[in-house]
């Protein structure tokens, strides 16, 4: 009965370690599935939010843009992979792409740290503008890749 449980238990682990490997090796995403804006704002929408609130949208903004312009001569929207691009999925190139996405959480990290620290003394009518102008930014990055 022991040998049983341990050759069922060892039968296991080799399967989930075989899973594991899989799964790490796997095509990733070069743009994170995280980065699209849910709503797009008008002005009068924006100007009717609390500051808190566009604060909120601002940070939100510069995290989608700043994970998505590195990578618009590959693509605009998440789905996109290494395989996909016919770029090799080797160890060399995901370990690349893992120290760049590692980078940029480091970036965004940094930034929405300062954000919060030094954007609220912003004047609220600029932080609208602002938004307004990442949204266009946005929605010109989609277009973009319907022409390509």
Known sequence: MKMKIIIFSFGFF???????????????????????IKKYHNKEELESMQKGQLLGLYIERIESLVKTLPYI?????PGVTMT???????NDNRKVL???????????KATTEFQNKILPYSDTSKLVSAILFYEEIMRSLHEYSEFH
């Open 73 to 77: 001569a590959f693509a605009t929207k």
């Open 14 to 36: 080799m399967m989930a370690s075989i899973g594991f490997a899989q799964k790490k090796n796997e095509a990733k995403s070069i743009i994170s599935e995280k980065v699209a």
């Open 98 to 108: 893992d120290n760049q996405f590692e980078a940029t959480d480091d970036y965004i």
């Open 84 to 90: 996909t691009l016919g770029i090799p999925n080797d």
